[in-house]
Nanobody, 115 residues
Framework: QVQLVESGGGLVQPGGSLRLSCAPS????????MAWYRQAPGKQRDLVARITTSGSTTYAESLKGRFTISRDNAKNTMYLQMNSLEPEDTAVYFC?????????WGQGTQVTVSS
């Protein structure tokens, strides 16, 4: 069973940056699609960005220019560089990956933007 592990969350001041990482806990075939989602308290889980094996990316319109998704296929690892963070970015960030016809989710990492 593949498990996804996120890291890199934490508390940051407005205007600051964080870099999230997501990797499988064990050996795994290359994920076809990987993505970041986020869920703020009392709100639904929304797509942040996704990236294919070839590197094609899609972003939530409101986050373009501040967030950058990337992946290292050799490590089967995905990253999310978040810059110019705002209090509205506070949420639990979840890693998602598709392997074949199966969807996998990480347990989430908390990002809090506050002064």
């Amino acid at each position: 069973q593949v498990q996804l592990v996120e890291s890199g969350g934490g508390l940051v001041q407005p205007g600051g940056s964080l870099r999230l990482s997501c990797a499988p806990s064990g050996r795994s075939s290359r994920f076809l699609l990987m993505a970041w989602y986020r869920q703020a308290p009392g709100k639904q889980r929304d797509l942040v960005a996704r990236i294919t094996t070839s590197g094609s990316t899609t972003y939530a319109e409101s986050l373009k220019g501040r967030f950058t998704i990337s992946r290292d296929n050799a490590k089967n690892t995905m990253y999310l560089q978040m810059n110019s963070l705002e209090p509205e970015d506070t949420a639990v960030y979840f890693c998602y990956a598709r392997l074949g016809l199966t969807d996998y989710w990480g347990q989430g990492t908390q990002v809090t933007v506050s002064s």
